[in-house]
């Protein structure tokens, strides 16, 4: 990887499996911001400067998808 830092947006609601990945996700030199809802990841995303996003399909209230539709 390049000296730029890369920042992903990761957005899954088990608490398990979100740590995990960013655990995961961090130890390779990444920068994690993350999401419990997709909500939470519209407002994350405002904020932040994520260059990618990983996001669970099956989200409690707004699907994955959903989340991507308003994002683009």
């Given at each position: 990887?390049?000296?730029?830092?890369v920042?992903?947006?990761?957005?899954?609601?088990?608490?398990?499996?979100?740590?995990?990945t960013e655990q995961?996700?961090?130890?390779?030199?990444?920068?994690?911001?993350?999401?419990?809802?997709?909500?939470?990841?519209?407002?994350?995303?405002a904020?932040a400067?994520?260059?990618?996003?990983?996001i669970?399909?099956?989200?409690?209230?707004?699907?994955?998808?959903?989340?991507?539709?308003?994002?683009?």
């Open positions: 990887m390049s000296g730029r830092v920042n992903i947006l990761l957005v899954e609601d088990e608490p398990t499996l979100r740590a995990g995961f996700l961090v130890q390779r030199g990444f920068t994690v911001l993350t999401a419990a809802s997709g909500e939470e990841a519209l407002e994350q995303f904020e400067d994520a260059d990618a996003i990983i669970d399909i099956m989200l409690p209230g707004m699907s994955g998808i959903e989340v991507l539709h308003q994002i683009r």
